[in-house]
């Protein structure tokens, strides 16, 4: 109806999970695959596409809540950030709170009181019975569900190395006062989307104003985070002439 070609739009209707192989091997025929679907298929266009690959696996986000936080606005957007759509991958997984802010117990409690899972340390005086015991596994783990990791940290510091540790360049957030610690934030986390006292549920293109989202990238290139048409385009370029030649 709008004039494009029938072809514009195809679908393939096997099932057969040698056409995926194909698909990976066709140089040529296909410009750029963008899988959706669970880890292991991701994981396997990742490692055996010869074409353009746009993709993310795992969505291992992070809030950091630094001594300088509002206690009101930090307690709204880490419960938004976890309990607002759990299953999404802009879901806040971990929750790093700065040893110096008054109040950890509060957030704990307040995920809690949310219908959270909340796994820590519980010899951390500041957590306490509020925690289930977290294992190694957990600071690695896309939960996508009503399950949230938490960890005391030594300041800004702290925050970076735990998030270049165990994030997956998804989205990270801080909660900050202090204009210079949240500008190091933003500066240092590299992650394709890094927000300060903004819920990581922000992490959609259509919040970015781009329309439809694709998907959100964690690569460096050629696209990062947020995907849509303008993220997908390429350029052709076009030179006219009237017989230059180059020295």
């Known amino acids: 109806a709008a004039g494009l070609p029938a072809d514009a739009v195809q679908l393939v209707t096997t099932t057969d999970r040698a056409a995926v192989g194909a698909m990976l091997a066709a140089e040529g025929a296909i410009d750029?695959?963008?899988p959706r679907g669970?880890?292991?298929l991701v994981a396997r266009v990742q490692a055996q596409a010869r074409v353009p690959v746009?993709?993310?696996?795992d969505g291992i986000n992070h809030v950091f809540v630094h001594a300088s936080a509002d206690a009101a606005m930090a307690r709204d957007v880490v419960v938004n950030a976890k309990m607002r759509r759990t299953g999404v991958c802009g879901a806040m997984e971990t929750l790093l709170i700065d040893?110096?802010?008054p109040d950890p117990a509060a957030l704990?409690?307040?995920?809690?009181d949310a219908g959270c899972v909340v796994r820590g340390d519980p010899a951390e005086a500041a957590f306490g019975d509020l925690v289930e015991p977290a294992s190694e596994a957990d600071w690695d783990t896309e939960y996508l569900d009503a399950i949230c990791s938490v960890a005391l940290v030594d300041g800004v510091e702290g925050a970076l190395?735990?998030?270049a540790r165990h994030a997956s360049g998804h989205t990270d957030a801080i909660v900050a006062a202090d204009a210079d610690v949240a500008e190091r934030f933003l500066a240092e986390v590299d992650s394709a989307i890094v927000l300060?006292?903004?819920s990581t549920q922000f992490a959609d293109g259509g919040e970015f104003g781009l329309g439809a989202e694709i998907g959100i990238a964690t690569g460096r290139l050629h696209a990062r985070g947020p995907v849509a048409l303008e993220g997908l385009t390429t350029y052709k370029w076009l030179?006219?002439?009237t017989g230059q030649v180059r020295p």
């Open 239 to 241: 030179g006219r002439g």
């Open 32 to 34: 750029l695959i963008i």
């Open 38 to 40: 669970g880890k292991s």
């Open 99 to 101: 040893r110096g802010y």
């Open 196 to 198: 300060w006292n903004a």
């Open 54 to 57: 746009l993709a993310h696996l």
């Open 161 to 163: 190395a735990h998030i």
């Open 108 to 112: 704990v409690a307040a995920l809690k």
